[in-house]
């Protein structure tokens, strides 16, 4: 098998290259500085060069507050960029996975989001993911939707990882308490991802267990690796966020649990993901 990465260059993207080449299979990593996934003719070009079986597309633009100003790029990468692709991988009979967010949600539910929930975005980066999935679901059936959310990955940019670094720097750090939802481990995403590549195609929700807020998160993470820097919770008023943030993005993976594709809790996960980064 052939499996060809946009977006490989991400912490997801190089999470799917590190388990899928330690089962054997060839993957063919392309970051957004090798190919530009809203080029169409530069798509055909390289599936045509490699012949892959199956497409993942990593590559977003996932700075939220940034896609309220670069509305035009939000577009063009989270949802024509997946269009061009969804549409060359038909054209090539290779089997297509997009991943998505929980952005797509309004958040404004207080139980958790199953697959065919209606989906309301409050921002530009949710509303360019969204219209993404639509894109690719209208253009071709043997595609793949998986939706996360509150990512994080090793030697990244991410929450997990600013936590700590803030932690080396202050005594003291404010973090929301009033914003609910699931941390999830790119290795857990990917071991996933990996089974699904046996089911059917569609939407699918896969996130670790349980759930918590940014506050609860950034409190376990620094507990774990014995930091006393002070965590203060605020409100998402009180933070100042520019831009509106889903207040309960929680979720649910019934999808998988029917296919009997188990998940961890996401203290384990985030646990284990510690222990690798930083060696405790």
């Known amino acids: 098998m052939k499996i060809l990465i ?7 993207g190089k999470e799917i290259q590190n388990l899928f080449g330690k089962d054997g299979i060839e993957t063919i990593p392309y970051g957004k500085k090798q190919l530009d996934i809203t080029n169409r003719k530069e798509i055909n070009e390289v599936l045509n060069q490699h012949q892959p079986n199956v497409m993942i597309n ?3 633009f996932t700075k939220v507050d940034l896609c309220e100003v670069e ?4 577009y063009l990468v989270n949802a024509i960029g997946p269009f061009n692709l969804a549409i060359e991988a038909k054209k090539m009979n290779c089997r297509f996975f997009h991943i998505s967010t929980d952005y797509v949600f309004d958040g404004e539910k207080n139980t958790p989001y199953e697959v065919d929930d209606f989906t309301s975005p409050n921002t530009i980066y949710g509303k360019s993911k969204k219209l993404g999935e639509e894109l690719i679901l209208a253009i071709n059936d043997d595609s793949t939707i998986i939706r996360t959310s509150w990512l994080y990955g ?5 929450f997990v990882n600013t936590m700590v670094n803030l932690s080396n720097k202050l005594d003291e750090i404010r973090v929301v308490d009033d ?3 699931c941390p999830t481990y790119t290795k857990d995403l990917v071991l996933t ?3 699904l590549l046996n089911e059917k195609p569609g939407i699918y929700h896969v ?11 950034a409190c376990e993470i620094l507990h774990f690796l014995d930091r006393k820097t002070n965590i203060v919770p605020v409100t998402t008023k ?4 520019k831009t509106r943030r889903p207040m309960y993005s929680v979720l649910s993976n019934k999808k998988l649990v029917d296919l009997q594709i188990h998940q961890r809790d996401w203290k384990e996960a985030l646990h284990e993901f510690l222990k690798k980064e930083y060696g405790n």
């Open 6 to 12: 946009t977006g490989a260059d991400g912490q997801l």
């Open 58 to 60: 990593a590559a977003a």
């Open 71 to 74: 509305i035009e790029k939000a």
């Open 154 to 158: 090793h030697q990244a940019d991410n």
């Open 179 to 181: 914003q609910i939802g």
């Open 193 to 195: 991802l990996q089974s």
């Open 207 to 217: 996130t670790n267990l349980g759930n918590c807020s940014w506050y609860e998160f």
């Open 238 to 241: 009180e933070y100042g966020a």
